[in-house]
T-cell receptor, first 112, second 113 residues
Framework: TQLLEQSPQFLSIQEGENLTVYCNSS?????LQWYRQEPGEGPVLLVT?????EVKKLKRLTFQFGDARKDSSLHITAAQPGDTGLYLC????????????FGTGTQLKVEL | KAGVTQTPRYLIKTRGQQVTLSCSPI?????VSWYQQTPGQGLQFLFE???????NKGNFPGRFSGRQFSNSRSEMNVSTLELGDSALYLC????????????FGQGTRLTVV
């Protein structure tokens, strides 16, 4: 069974601070996606990383896929209250198909 | 381009009843996956349908079933509801059968009383 552990589980920071969320597994994934979810809503796709070692930047968000394609990180620079939400990583299987394995989630709260 | 549409948004059912949830994928997307989200277990994969065939199945009892129609719309059914089935049920739409990015609907919040 593939498992994805995220850390930290909860994060409460002040506006303007930087943070990093980690997503780790002992399994290899063909790609990894990051989502943000608001209460009562479905997850919204932020980015997909495919190649080991890949780094993608989306404004203040930087995503990295580990060289061995087993782990990933999300770094937010100068966090804003609008970044508040549940961040989820999700790994796609190496054998194909759309069965995503989701991480345990990181609940981020950014306060003024 | 319309997103993934799930209906209904909210449902309240009694233990022992059955329920059917609907999902309309993004136009042109042929793969539909279903997930259950609860505070204790997080997001768990239920099943995936592609071209009207179930391709993958998660570790859920047989009370959970689904189907996909020729227009790619999908339904999932839960029979003999239990209190523990209370959850947010999410549908994800993907372009093709091999892995492609998954786009989620807003979900159906099911409460079993």
């Amino acid at each position: 069974t593939q498992l994805l552990e995220q850390s930290p589980q909860f994060l409460s920071i002040q506006e303007g601070e930087n943070l990093t969320v980690y997503c780790n597994s002992s399994s290899v994934f063909s790609s990894l996606q990051w989502y943000r979810q608001e209460p009562g809503e479905g997850p919204v796709l932020l980015v997909t990383v495919v190649t080991g070692g890949e780094v993608k930047k989306l404004k203040r968000l930087t995503f990295q896929f580990g060289d061995a394609r087993k782990d990933s990180s999300l770094h937010i620079t100068a966090a804003q209250p609008g970044d508040t939400g549940l961040y989820l990583c999700a790994g796609a299987p190496t054998g194909g198909g759309n069965k995503l394995t989701f991480g345990t989630g990181t609940q981020l709260k950014v306060e003024l | 381009k319309a997103g993934v549409t799930q209906t209904p948004r909210y449902l309240i059912k009694t233990r022992g009843q059955q329920v059917t949830l609907s999902c309309s994928p993004i136009s042109g997307h042929r793969s539909v996956s279903w997930y259950q989200q609860t505070p204790g277990q997080g997001l768990q994969f239920l099943f995936e349908y592609f071209s009207e065939t179930q391709r993958n199945k998660g570790n859920f009892p047989g009370r959970f079933s689904g189907r996909q129609f020729s227009n790619s719309r999908s339904e999932m059914n839960v029979s003999t509801l239990e209190l523990g089935d209370s959850a947010l049920y999410l549908c994800a739409s993907s372009l093709a059968g091999g892995f492609t990015e998954a786009f989620f609907g807003q979900g159906t919040r099911l409460t079993v009383v």
